[in-house]
């Protein structure tokens, strides 16, 4: 089988966690993820040494921040066990977790942010099936081919 290098793309609020937050602790567990599709990505499809392009959203310019690295294999979401926690899955429990995260390590802060408007303006080079452009889409997490992620960090 092929060991391949994916991509992907992560998507953060800046004031909850921000690339620079990356890039202070180094390596950080993504919880808190509460989609299925998202953490079928992160349960099933993510390997360490993946590529992450992390994305600030939600926030005055969404864009691409910066990369990372995916840095572990998919393991049990620790806040889903927190009463106390705003992730907290009552249904959740260790013999059977529901959510899953994996760790990403920080690699570079890019130079600028790639604004998402600026992203929407290269909808023919990325193709429509690129989640971050169709409509409707709120995924969190979500793969990237790795033509559009080299095309990607080009704008930078």
């Known amino acids: 089988m092929s060991k391949r290098r994916r991509y992907w793309l992560m998507k953060s609020e800046p004031d909850a966690f921000s690339i620079d937050d ?3 602790v180094g ?7 509460r989609n299925y599709q998202a953490r079928n990505f992160m349960r099933d499809g993510m390997k360490v040494g993946d590529g ?3 994305y600030h959203s939600n926030t005055k310019v969404p864009g691409i921040a910066g990369t990372a690295t995916v840095a572990s294999t998919a393991y049990p979401d620790e806040t889903q066990f927190d009463p106390d926690s705003k992730y907290y899955d009552p249904k959740a429990t260790r013999e059977e977790p529901r959510w899953q995260l994996v760790d990403i390590s920080f690699e570079r802060k890019l130079d600028r942010i790639i604004p998402l408007e600026e992203i929407k303006g290269h909808a023919d080079e990325l193709g429509e099936e690129f989640a971050l452009i169709r409509r409707g889409n709120r995924l969190s997490v ?8 080299k095309f990607l960090l080009s704008l930078e």
């Open 27 to 33: 390596t950080e567990p993504w919880d808190g993820v």
């Open 142 to 149: 979500f793969p990237v081919a790795a033509d559009q992620y």
């Open 52 to 54: 992450v392009l992390f």
């Open 22 to 24: 990356l890039q202070r």
